[in-house]
């Protein structure tokens, strides 16, 4: 099973910038599309972003679009992602989620799952 853990999280102010990492347990890393999801309190879990298992083709949500940046180093098992000008309404806990084939945009698609960083903007 594919073991993710989550960091970076963290409380900073609107227009500031945090860099979340996920590291993956397994060896069979790049054989895995990811992506990363969150969920504010009272609210649906919400896709962020995803890339696809060589890092070749990214996608990412409408809101976050500009201003959000997925990577991931298959050498080191990781995913990250870089979150820059900041908002409140980024306030969430964020997930990062595995899954083979394609980097969906839905949560159900993705069968691994980390605990989540907290990350918070205030207003």
């Known amino acids: 099973q594919l073991q993710l853990v989550e960091s970076g999280g963290g409380l900073v102010q609107a227009g500031g910038s945090l860099r979340l990492s996920c590291v993956a347990s397994e060896h069979t890393f790049s054989n895995y599309a990811m992506g990363w999801f969150r969920q504010a309190p009272g609210k649906e879990r919400e896709f962020v972003a995803s890339?696809?298992?060589?890092?070749?083709?990214?996608y990412y949500a409408d809101s976050v679009k500009g201003r959000f940046t997925i990577s991931r180093d298959n050498a080191e098992n990781t995913v990250s992602l870089q979150m820059n000008s900041l908002k409140p309404e980024d306030t969430a806990v964020y997930y990062c989620a595995g899954r083979w084939g394609f980097a969906l945009k839905t949560a159900t698609s993705y069968a691994y799952w980390g605990q989540g960083t907290q990350v918070t903007v205030p207003s």
């Open positions: 890339i696809s298992i060589n890092g070749e083709m990214t």
